[in-house]
């Protein structure tokens, strides 16, 4: 009966609904859109992506119009001019850019 428990928990813990979109990398550009809908473009790829992304294997998506958005922008602004690499963790919805980027849940810039 343990091992049917821990086995449970295992594949339960090892499903995609857990899966983290991430990605550890320098910023390649940032963009914002005049809506204040933004993304940025990192050079390496994102690892466990959400099922939404959509020809945009390595971006994040933002908005500006939002304190957090706000926050991001400042954040990938600075790590790119310093150049610096940021480890970034994904939302697992397209909820900025529907259907097509993955919205950045949290993130920080490397030293």
Same mark, same amino acid.
């Given at each position: 009966? !343990?091992?049917?428990?821990?086995?449970?928990? /295992?594949? /339960?813990l +090892? +499903? !995609?609904?857990?899966?983290? +979109?991430?990605?550890?990398?320098?910023? $390649?550009? %940032?963009? %914002?859109? $005049?809506?204040?809908? @933004?993304?940025?473009?990192?050079?390496?790829?994102?690892? #466990?992506?959400?099922?939404?992304?959509?020809?945009?294997? #390595?971006?994040?998506?933002?908005?500006?119009?939002?304190p957090?958005?706000?926050?991001?922008?400042s /954040?990938?602004l600075?790590?790119? %001019?310093?150049?610096? +690499?940021?480890?970034?963790?994904?939302?697992?919805?397209?909820?900025?850019?529907?259907?097509?980027?993955?919205?950045?849940?949290? @993130?920080?810039? #490397?030293?």
């Amino acid at each position: 009966m !343990k091992k049917l428990i821990a086995l449970s928990i /295992l594949i /339960l813990l +090892s +499903s !995609k609904a857990w899966a983290q +979109s991430y990605v550890n990398s320098t910023v $390649e550009y %940032v963009r %914002v859109d $005049e809506t204040g809908r @933004g993304l940025v473009k990192f050079h390496k790829e994102i690892s #466990n992506p959400a099922d939404c992304m959509k020809n945009h294997p #390595n971006h994040m998506a933002f908005d500006t119009n939002t304190p957090g958005g706000q926050s991001i922008f400042s /954040l990938a602004l600075t790590a790119y %001019v310093a150049g610096k +690499s940021l480890q970034v963790r994904g939302t697992g919805d397209c909820s900025v850019y529907t259907g097509a980027v993955e919205s950045w849940r949290w @993130g920080f810039i #490397n030293d």
